[in-house]
């Protein structure tokens, strides 16, 4: 059986980036910002993606853990946006910059998920980027390997948006996998972590007049941590990029969670929000024009588009090859976030939240400058983007007195929290 859709013509843009969580945001907003017509697209009502309707609400360490800022840009932006209008849990060292060199205490900060997700609303509009909710991407339009547009379907129907860069921010790389960029699936353990409140938080929240003692996720389904640890035996994994790995996961955590809440009497507890997303960590990724791997901590790369740390460790220092963000042979794709290409825990410090925000703002400003040089994504002028990002304040090679005098430690054992 075959079916034809008609798809309406709706819109043309210069940039258009495909999933509004956190990399989206700031590829969008990095697009604009330098003059591009943008169009994000995002298929739930909000944005964020797993920082927000996902409840993921921690931004990482963004700080080598002795007082020295690593992760700044657009990531430090969105770091104080997210907190601009709620609590925070900001080390007291942290609160007004940099602090004093060998500070232990690491900057990161907790935040008001529902709250933030208000805040970037009024962000992306305010940067006059357009919003698209309750859309999602069905298909790329190929040429050969050029990316003409997506097709969409939302409540107006079966659409079309030209472009003429396509930024991949769906955390899936859904736009990357169907027009046929090679890339990499993933496998995740059993995690579903909701908000919840008991009386008991309640009193403390009120006795500490501080909202963010309010709630934590104190009943769940899956309590599966970052390396499996808590993973029920016999239990497989998921890719979670089929209909029934999403549905399945969905009906397994509710039954599970919901076992869980009613041990407990249903007048002193209540759960204040459910995940809205998967809480899949890894699903599909770009195999990348390079790879970041765990060896390559303390390496410096030609192409850096950003330096960031391990949010686990002290001191581990990467840089982001802006090849992690692109394939050769594909001149107007790109992607950024948990999306972009690495392997082992090199990955997980390159998907968390603020190098997700740093892919993002980097993927924005590539795509600007190969639509004004007529130039392939993969063969931008890197010396030209990263003197653009670091006018805009990220750091894009750290200083080597930032390099530890040891040997290196088994980065791959350590973590296993809910990162
Ligand atoms: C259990 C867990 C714990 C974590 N803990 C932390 C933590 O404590 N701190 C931290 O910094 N990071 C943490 N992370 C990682 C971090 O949350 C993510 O890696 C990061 O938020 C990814 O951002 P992103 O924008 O790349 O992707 P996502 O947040 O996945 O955003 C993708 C967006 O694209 C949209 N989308 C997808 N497909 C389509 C489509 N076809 N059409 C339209 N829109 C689409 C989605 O709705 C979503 O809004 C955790 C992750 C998990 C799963």
């Not at 790109?334 to 390159?350: H, P, Q």
Request: hydrophobic content about 40%; proline content about 4%; some cysteine.
């Amino acid at each position: 059986m075959k079916i034809n859709r008609e798809a309406t013509m709706a819109g043309e843009y210069d940039v258009i980036v495909a999933g509004g969580g956190v990399a989206g945001v700031a590829a969008a907003v990095s697009a604009q910002r330098m003059g591009k017509r943008t169009l994000l697209i995002e298929k739930t009502i909000g944005l964020g993606g797993l920082a927000t309707n996902g409840l993921i609400n921690l931004f990482v360490p963004m700080c080598n853990g002795r007082g020295v800022q690593i992760i700044k840009g657009m990531a430090e932006e969105l770091l104080r946006l997210s907190v601009k209008y709620s609590y925070d849990t900001i080390p007291e060292a942290w609160k007004n910059g940099e602090p004093d060199e060998g500070e232990k205490a690491r900057y990161v900060t907790r935040f008001s998920a529902p709250i933030f997700t208000l805040a970037l609303t009024e962000f992306v509009k305010s940067e006059g980027v357009d919003l698209l909710f309750d859309t999602i991407i069905t298909a790329p339009v190929m040429e050969g390997n050029i990316c003409k547009g997506l097709v969409v379907e939302n409540k107006t129907g079966c659409e079309f948006y030209g472009a003429k860069m396509v930024i991949d921010t769906t955390g899936d790389a859904d736009v990357l996998y169907r027009a046929g960029v090679p890339t990499i699936q993933g496998q995740n353990y059993h995690t579903y972590l909701p908000k919840s409140v008991t009386l008991e938080t309640c009193k403390k929240a009120a006795e500490a007049e501080d909202m963010s003692k309010l709630y934590g996720n104190i009943y769940a389904g899956g309590k599966a941590t970052l390396y499996g640890g808590k993973q029920p035996e016999g239990k497989p994994t998921r890719g979670g990029t089929t209909v029934k790995d999403v549905t399945e996961y969905v009906i397994e955590n509710h039954i599970e969670c919901l076992e869980d809440i009613k041990k407990d009497d249903r007048w002193k507890r209540t759960i204040v929000t459910l995940p809205n997303m998967p809480q899949f960590r890894t699903t599909r990724h770009i195999d990348g024009d390079y790879t970041l791997r765990v060896e390559d901590a303390y390496c410096h790369f030609e192409d850096s588009i950003a330096a960031i740390c391990d949010f686990d460790r002290r001191d581990y220092l990467y840089e982001v090859p802006y090849r992690t963000l692109v394939k050769t042979g594909f001149p107007n794709l790109i992607t950024a976030g948990r999306c972009a290409a690495g392997e082992g825990y090199a990955w997980d410090v390159l998907r968390v939240i603020p190098p997700a925000i740093l892919t993002g703002q980097a993927a924005g400003v590539a795509c600007s400058m190969a639509i004004d040089d007529n130039a392939d994504i993969c063969r931008v002028d890197i010396g030209r983007l990263q003197k653009i990002l670091e006018e805009q304040n990220v750091m894009i090679h750290f200083a080597d007195k930032l390099i530890p005098e040891r040997e290196m430690e088994d980065v791959s054992a350590g973590a296993d929290g809910h990162i």
